[in-house]
């Protein structure tokens, strides 16, 4: 079965530019995470979606961060413009959620995506 | 304090060794458990959840205590390939209405030495 899929595996690029990461959730999964990891602040997630929809964005760091799901198989996270800090790993996990008690399931995590920003 | 905590790493263990990790958490109502791997350069994998009852997998057992309100994670036997850092996940009580809060711990880092 694929699981979450990350693209591009590397990206670097200058300061100021547009960048776009992408994933593709697993299928059959409703939720959607999309999380930042440094060695300085460890993983954190950043926008959280479920069944498309946009449920906490509380960790976009600001304005230059923006995510979309415009369906169930495709989201996106765009920074713009990019500053070096933004350099970092950011990964996309996916997971099932079902309403009831005990009814969280773990999260499958992409590949994830090597952004450089010079 | 902080809604996930773990023991501070690096540990350095020799291979055989039996290690154990602890991570602790501040929401009484947290109700799902998980421990993920993640070696160097990688995503974060799934090792296993965590139920009320303790759960083993071969040489991993991992275990809940409610009332103290931490998870543990001990890995018997330590092989050099165990070498990663160890991430806790909480997650809350009945999911409704469409928010699952996630919390990760900050990972601690298992270094087994030939």
């Known amino acids: 079965d694929a699981g979450v899929i990350q693209s591009p595996r590397h990206e670097v690029t200058e300061m100021g530019q547009e960048v776009t990461l992408r994933c593709k959730p697993i299928?059959?999964?409703?939720?959607l995470f999309w999380y930042r990891q440094t060695m300085m602040r460890g993983l954190e997630l950043l926008i959280y979606?479920?069944?498309?929809?946009?449920?906490?964005d509380s960790g976009m760091p600001e304005d230059r961060f923006s995510a979309k799901m415009p369906n169930a198989s495709f989201s996106t996270l765009k920074i713009q413009p990019s500053e070096p800090r933004d350099s970092a790993v950011y990964f996309c996990?996916?997971?099932?959620?079902?309403?009831?008690?005990?009814?969280?399931?773990?999260?499958?995590f992409g590949d994830g995506t090597r952004l450089s920003i010079l | 304090r902080k809604e996930v905590e773990q023991d501070p790493g690096p540990f350095n263990v020799p291979e055989g060794a039996t290690v154990a990790f602890n991570c602790t958490y501040s929401?009484?109502?947290?109700?799902?458990f998980f421990w993920y791997r993640q070696d160097c350069r990688k995503e974060p994998k799934l090792l296993m959840s965590?139920?009320?009852s303790g759960n083993e997998d071969g040489r991993f057992t991992a275990q809940l205590n409610r009332a103290s309100q931490y998870i543990s994670l001990l890995i018997r036997d330590s092989k050099l390939s165990d070498s990663a850092t160890y991430l806790c996940?909480?997650?809350?009580?009945?999911?409704?209405?469409?928010?699952?809060?996630?919390?990760f711990g900050t990972g601690t880092k298992l270094q087994v030495i030939p």
């Open positions: 996990a996916s997971s099932l959620a079902v309403s009831g008690i005990n009814s969280n399931q773990p999260q499958h």
């Open positions: 299928s059959g999964h409703n939720s």
């Open positions: 979606f479920n069944n498309n929809v946009p449920i906490d």
């Open positions: 929401n009484s109502a947290s109700q799902s």
């Open positions: 965590v139920y009320s």
């Open positions: 996940v909480v997650l809350p009580g009945t999911f409704s209405g469409g928010y699952q809060k996630v919390t």
